[in-house]
């Protein structure tokens, strides 16, 4: 093999990546626990839900779902309610303007295509077009087509959200300003199929309890040795200081992992 040729180039990141974040899923899972995956299977349910938690807090979404299923309790009887009533029923979720026609529609062309048949096509399509039927629907971007994929059907789609963007590109996986739908594919391409849930579940409580957007608490961390951003402060510190390696000190303290569409964000 030609070690200098763009593929053999490639192919050594790539590997790189691969024993990075093995490494980052063992200590993490060695702070917060193992997530266990059980997917639901209730398309549907994952999919309105997923909209819902768009741009809020999982306290507003989860009473919006609520609030929608005890004035719909059947799916169809929301395909034929107006914008109006469905905006009136998840007022709670915010955007709700936005939110209910998109819902509508998203629900209408599931049940229109029969519901039992196009969950199966789902589960069984290449994971590209699955991905891209749930995405020409309204409202769903890559996030929330992941997370259909993933949470509902036990697809290794990746969800990308705030916190598994971030730590992600803190760590060094994903480039400074990539997009959300470049850093799905990046990040899908990196992630061996059966460590996304492993990787998004982890990443999340990570980001959440640690690796917080502003002030990230560094010296609670047990990943620091393989974070750039970390090592690029030490560097910036100490610009004369020989680093022989990141120092860990007080990891954060072991929590249950939870893993649930309200995860995102």
């Given at each position: 093999?030609?070690?200098?040729?763009?593929?053999?180039?490639?192919?050594?990141?790539?590997?790189?990546?691969?024993?990075?974040i093995e490494?980052?899923?063992?200590?993490?899972?060695?702070?917060?626990?193992?997530?266990?995956?059980?997917?639901?299977?209730?398309?549907?349910?994952?999919?309105?839900?997923?909209?819902?938690?768009?741009?809020?807090?999982?306290?507003?979404?989860?009473?919006?779902?609520?609030?929608?299923?005890?004035?719909?309790?059947?799916?169809?009887?929301?395909?034929?309610?107006?914008?109006?009533?469905?905006?009136?029923?998840?007022?709670?979720?915010?955007?709700?303007?936005?939110?209910?026609?998109?819902?509508?529609?998203?629900?209408?062309?599931?049940?229109?295509?029969?519901?039992?048949?196009?969950?199966?096509?789902?589960?069984?399509?290449?994971?590209?077009e699955a991905?891209?039927?749930?995405?020409?629907?309204?409202?769903?971007?890559?996030?929330?087509?992941?997370?259909?994929?993933?949470?509902?059907?036990?697809?290794?789609?990746?969800?990308?959200?705030?916190?598994?963007?971030?730590?992600?590109?803190?760590?060094?996986?994903?480039?400074?300003?990539?997009?959300?739908?470049?850093?799905?594919?990046?990040?899908e391409s990196?992630?061996?199929?059966?460590?996304?849930?492993?990787?998004?579940?982890?990443?999340?409580?990570?980001?959440?309890?640690?690796?917080?957007?502003?002030?990230?608490?560094?010296?609670?961390?047990?990943?620091?040795?393989?974070?750039?951003?970390?090592?690029?402060?030490?560097?910036?510190?100490?610009?004369?200081?020989?680093?022989?390696?990141?120092?860990?000190?007080?990891?954060?303290?072991?929590?249950?992992?939870?893993?649930?569409?309200?995860?995102?964000?």
């Amino acid at each position: 093999m030609n070690l200098s040729s763009p593929n053999a180039v490639n192919e050594a990141a790539h590997a790189e990546h691969h024993r990075k974040i093995e490494q980052i899923l063992a200590a993490l899972e060695a702070c917060y626990g193992r997530p266990v995956h059980h997917q639901h299977g209730d398309v549907l349910e994952e999919l309105v839900g997923t909209i819902l938690s768009q741009n809020t807090s999982d306290v507003n979404s989860e009473r919006a779902y609520r609030s929608l299923r005890q004035t719909f309790p059947d799916w169809r009887g929301l395909t034929r309610a107006s914008d109006d009533e469905i905006a009136e029923a998840i007022r709670s979720a915010g955007l709700s303007r936005q939110k209910a026609p998109a819902i509508r529609a998203a629900v209408a062309a599931l049940l229109d295509d029969g519901y039992e048949e196009r969950v199966r096509w789902l589960r069984e399509a290449p994971l590209e077009e699955a991905r891209a039927w749930l995405q020409s629907l309204p409202g769903v971007g890559p996030k929330t087509a992941a997370c259909v994929l993933l949470f509902a059907l036990g697809r290794p789609a990746l969800p990308i959200d705030t916190h598994v963007y971030r730590v992600s590109q803190r760590l060094g996986l994903l480039p400074p300003g990539i997009s959300a739908s470049a850093a799905h594919r990046s990040l899908e391409s990196l992630v061996p199929s059966e460590d996304v849930f492993r990787f998004h579940v982890l990443l999340i409580r990570h980001g959440r309890a640690v690796c917080r957007a502003r002030r990230p608490m560094c010296e609670r961390c047990v990943i620091t040795d393989l974070c750039d951003y970390y090592n690029r402060a030490q560097r910036a510190s100490h610009p004369t200081r020989e680093r022989h390696g990141a120092q860990q000190t007080q990891p954060a303290a072991r929590q249950p992992v939870d893993a649930h569409r309200s995860s995102q964000g």
